[in-house]
């Protein structure tokens, strides 16, 4: 679709990232996918009609002979790297699933949903990552959005320094607000206090797990309170993100819904905001899949 708009064939614009990809795999994560030895020669190329043809490899610990892509994110998928990382790329910055399955209609409906779900599993599982934080308070708030004929709601904590977690609850009441805060806890706490904007669950769920609520009511203080408690930070995070979430149609079902939304957590945090994020992206693919 894009190549088309600009006159040139599709590979034109995302080869020169295959060739970067591939580059990288081999610097970092270049190793046998049977026995694990990173003592591997290059062995030719896999001639294939769409796109680069791909790098073959030979093993001279085991003699397994496998391609570049192979124990990676991107094996047996019937596109080059550097069209599915563009895809993704500009997926987690707009959000529209529909859009991107079809620029890549040429792949069938089927293998861009497995390409969004494989890619989606490998990024939630680098959620928790990183332990450190500021002084352990943090701003929590909550949004309904509709989808698939539901009235979900999305619960979102904000630490100071920007990081945050997000996840889709069933409900709201104090036992979901408790456990969502216990998870957000494990994955960017320590959680000490919570600011919030006195959702009637919040007290209890914080009595629950120890932590010091300090909520602002909207309705009688304003945005922030005398003591300058507010939950602003997160409120604008949701100024962003509603639009977003709400954009990434195509997922029909909670577990779906649950594994883009905790997808585009670990994208804010580990990638969006670091100092290289192309190849921060490309490493915390590799890394999470292959581990």
Known sequence: MLAKAFGVP???LWSPLTFLIRFFLIEHFCCCPDCGSTD????????RKTMP???MLECNDCGRDFCLRANTVFYWKHASMGELFIVSWIFFGKGSRRWMREWIRGLGKFCCSEWFERLEKTLSEAAGNFSEFLDGFFQADEMYIHSFGKKLLIFGVKRGDGKIFETVLRGHSAFEFKTALDKADEEIGPIVGLDTDAHTSC???????????????RSE????????VHSNGVENLWSHDRDWIEAARGYGSMETLKRVVKAHQVYHNQIKESPVPVWSFLKLIYEEFVL
């Open 10 to 12: 599709g590979y034109f």
């Open 40 to 47: 591997v020669v290059r062995d030719g190329f896999g001639e």
């Open 53 to 55: 043809d791909i790098p």
């Open 203 to 217: 007290p209890l769920a914080t009595e629950w797990l120890g932590i010091l609520h300090r909520p602002v009511n």
């Open 221 to 228: 203080e304003g945005f922030v309170n005398e003591k300058g």
